[in-house]
């Protein structure tokens, strides 16, 4: 029973305060998204209390019956305690401790999973990093049941249980526990959090500052490393969400029980900006698909239901609550209340999307990503310039993403995985992932000689990264720079998602300059979604028979479906996505050419989904450009009956190269013309001029951008 | 001003009478869809307002100017009455009186349009179908106008614009006029909704009987002619919505002004079937896209609203609410005030989707279209087996389609058709409409010999039908034949969605019966939706090169993706679709095969969509069998990472013939059985017996399903 707990009995909960479990108690019915939290978790726990308890020997690897049960019964002991305080049921707190009980009693016998292969091994599964997750969620279940267990149940449970876990995970994992590596912080939130519910500062200690408690590894050695002074994780967002769940959830225990760390004041308080930038690395809800990403994942994981409940309860920020709402779901506890109480009190604002530049490197000193929004957030435009993000990372440098409407317009295919589809080769990475997602031609980005970025390798990669020297959300531009992916190579690419008068949406700018003193075959892909409905000049095209477009390096699961030879003027490809038109302007030299290449070739176990690319190729060059634009245009209503402008409103392009500078004509249908001044110089504080038949532009800094309402020079 | 016009003074209104403007007026802000109707029709007038009133020259042939401009400004006079009404606000009156004058000092001086091609020309169109619909809006505004216009006005409008407009579509144009075909009824509708607002009962007549008031043509013979009994109209559901809109709005018209006709009653109420049938031929929303089709079309047509406040009005069916609410706009009448009432008064009831056979042709003796849906309507299969639906018409007998879980599953191409894209050919059929999507290979039914049905000939087509031999809604099954798509082969397929208590889903089973005394080859195409995830047995994929699956009749279309040889027993093929798993499994005999298909080859102007088939093949068969069945299972949950059910419950078939009647077992994993028994004939009364491994199955009439626990033989 909850009132056998006065809270004067009470040490300070890490997890729900017996106030906060009180509150919710009373208050959950009159709070809707509580409420519905409350259930879900209930109807989950009912589902398993129905069966027979079972705390099976460890047998199965990863999507096994013993790894599968034992996830369901460490969550089942955190849900159901959590249920006991928040209804006062005590069938809740009996089926929790009876499987407290169960694992003291099985834990002592067992030594290292028999499955274990590369990974570090745990004993309850198959790698160690679950073994800490389990922990994670156990801590909190069995802090919040100390009230009713007995002294001789608490003991058998922390004797046999509790302590032994710690030291299979701190000692005899100790290599593990003191990675600077996100395992490392599962293992940290677990023992920290285990020491913080027993009292014992030497498991709080060690968790923080490493085994030997010097601060060279442990939880704020990581909090150091793995983020960039803007909260940016270098694997990217995918495994940013993945990562953040330790962090948040040890941090805010550690601020409920040893406040005096300041731990979100930590490092001017990163792991704060790492939750925004997980928010703010997201389009329509699903994160940016950069590396090795599941494009299910977005803003409703229950990694970013903690990371914004606990941002809330922290801050208080109305636009938050807005992401809540969303999510349909709040953790079931103190901060989980506010967030409830927030929304039924229709605090909500609208979050705020805004362009934004997340640096990366420990330092902030690798490359970054950045992330253009249009005015009203209906656009984004994500380019990569980062570091390699580790084994997870793609060979993507400069290669972007472009979203409309709410929908993904150039894409990158994320990762060759169906997560958990054992049919699917168990759920693992699928062979396809290395021999094609992984692949720079698998990116909307520069590739050379149809090899990779660094020729895929990883070490070489992780050496470097991208250089962001110019970014501007007032302009809502960039430019970025790669000096490292080929040998004698180097390319910038200057991007924009420009808003003027003379067009209803921003125009997507795209400035791609290369140097090399050797000739070379450039290939720049668009990923595409949609299809395609206006192609000016006629392609010749693989009719009954279709090879792929090269060999290697990814190029080998392209079909090449065809080509255009381009002759110097400006080529325009339009196509429909959903019920909006996207034209590809570009201007390639008249021995450029179009490829239409589509996903799909040497894929023998039908693995690869069906993309298609309009590759722009270059051969036999030394220096080169790829300019382009991207417009979205028009409407297709399909049900209504009628189409707006299916055509582009851009007439033609026109690009002025001079010594330390270039001027981008963007000629419209309509006349009028839209100009990008470029200087090669990034130094704001300088002028530019530059004359072009006898008008003449100026401007300061780097970029800048003149409208002009009738094409006045011709 | 409304109040000048008393209403003992105003003819019964055709459209829109007195007292439900009245009515609309006082209450409107307390129906949210009523005003919400109300607001887009102003924001739609008050756009055209701002502009200058144009009333151009007709010039322009479809999606022109001039013909974009006069359908705007007949359906403006329309809105802008109807808004008069409704409002009291003069100025739209004004605006409305403004265009009709306009109309009248233009129509006297125009000829045939110059763009008229092979269709009868119009004058204001193209085409004398879009004068015909033009009339049918600007009459009910003229109807809405009666009380404001001066005698003078009227006398103008009346001598120079409908007079000689009904002359135009009656007399010269009397073919089009009396053809029972669609451009018939709109013009019969144009014309007798004219002669109701004028008073001219010889309008009516000639409208109703055709010009020599035989009754041989016109709008009664019309209603006998292009429906089936059931309400079935033989183009397919999306020709239906089209077709709908003439007969509902002037048989609604007709029975508010001269409801001695009793219309709604004629041939046993066939109107209001039609309307039923439209709403019961979707799924999701969205119509079955048999034959030409484009798929963005469903319930929320503009041609549906008018049928469903029509059919509330006479029947106050609350499922139609439900519908209605759906579709979220009503018309601006009394009908559409009684929906907008009725949803406020919260009396919808959910509408209720069954099983059931539309029958095809005027006489319900050709063929049809039978729907089968799964007992909570989450599940649908539509087989059909009708008449060949006219020009519009695919070569697709006995194809079916199948929907589960809010999506298409196995599905038809519909048209190859990007309607209104000016850059694809002007919006009309592609050149792919024919090469492709009418072919019977392009559609989920059996090829013989890579030949359409019909060698693709429509004539030849069009003397035949598919026959429905059986169909129960009892056990959600159908059997139907067709003995005439290829000289000396039959084919009949039994297919159904069987409930059982041995699978949560209901299962679909398809038994494709062929005989013939000749060779063939017999290939069975299932476009299926998703990525596969599993194929039993190893298929020889094209790696690096592919070609085209055939020379002709659609398969020049469709790339080889490489094939899987099949050794006698049960070949399973697994796909992801979404969140959900769908099994094909099917028995082949040992030198059948299944090839894996993609649309997509000699494709030069990227008209086609990528879609992907599984055909199964038999080669150098005479009399054969295709037996399959698709098991719809388990989840994918990439949000929460977990997986379900990924593998079919389905472990083997087995078919088991005999004389006059078959077994097919379905062997579940788990141990258990399904087994349908069919009897050649279809005779409801016949008992038939069958002993098979000692075990005997007794059953009445031509199908039963039976189910046993465990397996019982084995
Ligand atoms: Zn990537
Ligand atoms: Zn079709």
């Given at each position: 029973l909850l009132s056998a707990c006065s809270s004067s009995e009470a040490t300070v909960s890490m997890s729900l305060s017996i106030e906060d479990a009180m509150n919710i108690r009373k208050k959950s019915n009159e709070l809707p998204l509580l409420e519905k939290s409350i259930n879900t978790m209930e109807a989950e726990v009912n589902a398993l209390m129905a069966q027979e308890i079972d705390v099976p020997v460890p047998r199965d690897a990863g999507g096994g019956y013993t790894h599968e049960r034992h996830k369901k019964n460490g969550a089942a002991i955190y849900q159901a305690a959590t249920l006991y305080q928040v209804t006062g049921d005590e069938k809740y707190a009996d089926f929790a401790t009876d499987l407290l009980l169960k694992y003291a009693q099985l834990y002592p016998q067992l030594g290292p999973h028999p499955q274990h292969k590369h990974q570090a091994a745990g004993k309850l599964f198959w790698q160690i990093l679950n073994d800490a997750v389990w922990l994670v969620y156990v801590i909190q279940g069995y802090d919040q049941l100390q009230a009713v267990l007995t002294e001789d149940q608490k003991s058998i449970i922390e004797t046999n249980l509790l302590h032994p876990y710690v030291k299979y995970l701190s000692v005899d994992s100790s290599e593990t526990f003191n990675k600077v590596h996100n395992h490392g912080t599962w293992a940290a939130a677990a023992v920290g959090m285990t020491g913080l519910v027993l009292g014992n500062q030497d498991y709080v200690d060690i968790a923080l500052k490493g085994s030997d408690k010097?601060?060279?590894?442990g939880f704020l050695k990581q909090i150091d490393s793995l983020f960039s002074p803007d909260g940016y994780y270098t694997e990217g967002p995918y495994y940013q969400r993945y990562a953040l769940m330790p962090f948040v959830v040890f941090a805010r225990a550690l601020d409920r029980v040893?406040?005096?760390?300041?731990i979100f004041k930590y490092r001017d308080g990163v792991l704060l900006k790492a939750i925004y930038a997980c928010i703010n690395l997201s389009y329509n809800n699903r994160f940016f698909p950069l590396n090795d990403a599941i494009k299910d994942k977005g803003l409703d994981t229950i990694e970013l239901v903690h990371g914004v409940d606990i941002a809330y309860a922290l801050t208080k920020d109305p636009g938050l609550l807005a992401i809540a709402e969303n999510q349909n779901q709040v953790i079931v506890n103190g901060d989980g209340l506010l967030v409830a109480q927030g929304i039924a009190a229709k605090q909500k604002k609208d979050f705020i999307f805004k362009s934004i530049l997340y640096r990366d490197g420990a330092a902030g000193d690798e490359g970054g990503v950045a992330v253009l929004r249009s005015n009203n957030a209906e656009s984004a435009l994500v380019v990569k310039a980062a570091g390699q993000g580790m084994g997870h990372g793609h060979f993507d440098r400069l290669g972007f993403l472009y979203y409309d409407h709410g929908t993904e317009v150039i894409s990158d295919y994320g990762a060759a995985r169906y997560l958990n589809v054992v049919t699917k080769r168990g759920g693992i990475y699928l062979p396809e992932n290395k021999?094609?997602?992984?692949?720079?031609?698998?990116?909307?980005t520069l590739v050379v000689d149809e090899r990779s970025h660094f020729n895929g390798k990883l070490a070489k990669a992780s050496e470097t990264s991208g250089q962001v020297t110019f970014f501007s959300g007032k302009l809502n531009a960039l430019t970025a720079s790669e000096k490292n992916a080929y040998p004698g190579v180097t390319f910038e690419r200057t991007m924009g998602l420009i808003h003027t008068t003379l067009l209803d949406s921003p125009l997507l700018i795209d400035i791609m300059k290369i140097n090399s003193s050797e000739k070379h075959q450039y290939d720049l892909p668009f990923y595409y979604n949609g299809q395609l409905t206006f192609i000016s000049g006629k392609p010749e095209i693989a009719m009954n028979r279709m090879e792929t477009l090269g060999e290697d390096n990814g190029y080998q699961h392209l079909w090449n479906k065809g080509q255009l030879s381009v002759d110097n003027s400006t080529t325009q490809l339009t196509w429909l996505n959903g019920n909006r038109f996207y034209s590809l302007n570009t201007l390639l030299p008249s021995d450029g050419e179009v490829i239409f290449a589509e996903l799909g070739a040497n894929d023998p176990e039908f693995n690869l989904r069906r993309e298609n690319a309009l590759v722009l190729r270059q051969a036999d060059r030394s220096d080169a450009y790829f300019v382009s634009v991207i417009e979205s245009h028009g409407e297709y209503n399909g049900v209504k009956e009628y189409t707006l402008q299916p055509t582009s409103n851009v007439a033609s392009l026109s690009h002025q190269m001079e010594q330390d500078a270039s001027l981008l004509f963007v000629n419209l249908v309509g006349g009028g013309r839209i100009v990008i001044a470029k200087a090669d110089e990034v130094d704001a504080s300088l002028q530019h001029t530059l004359s072009v038949s006898g008008k003449t532009y100026e401007w300061q800094g780097h970029l800048a951008v003149f409208e002009e309402a009738t094409n006045e020079s011709e």
């Open positions: 010097s601060g060279n590894s040893q406040p005096q760390w300041e021999t094609w997602a992984k692949q720079s031609i698998a990116h909307n």
